[in-house]
């Protein structure tokens, strides 16, 4: 009788973890689908945009207010969806990368594609590149010992000692 309890407990434990991650599934499911409506959306505005403009142009007329609030209309609506995206790429548990879109895991310090820094930075502070190419110092330094290279230029192009 008790092991039956327990086993009943332990089916709706996992009911319950099931159900999370489905409705996590469903929850992003969801997401893609707005995104993807918006994105319809947003192409169609930019038809119509094309068409005022093409009109207004044909007839030689100009509308700049009409022209704004469609621009401005196809601005809110980007920003929506980028909205959306955000959304969707937390639940994936990735992050895009702010110079080349491209998605990379979560917790990446550099984009996978283009190698920007993906790391969290404060906006006004100088971005540090360690790894950025020391110039070449020793380029034009005087040879310290001008033997050495009395002998590197009897070698002839290999300006390596013998071992
Ligand atoms: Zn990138």
Known sequence: MGKFDNLLLKAKDLAGVAGNKA???AE?????????QMRNEIDSNYMKLGEIVYELEKNGTQNE???NMCVAEIEAKLQELEEVNQK???MKKVVKCPECGAESPAGSLYCSRCGASLAEKPEDQEPQEPDAPQPEAAE???PACPQQEAAQE??????KPEA
Do not use: R, S
Not at 28 to 36: P, S, Y
């Open 23 to 25: 409705q996590e599934v």
């Open 28 to 36: 992003l499911t969801k997401l893609k689908l707005q995104a993807t």
């Open 65 to 67: 207010e009409l022209v």
């Open 88 to 90: 969707i790429n937390e």
């Open 140 to 142: 034009e330094a005087a």
């Open 154 to 159: 009897a070698a002839g192009e290999d300006p």
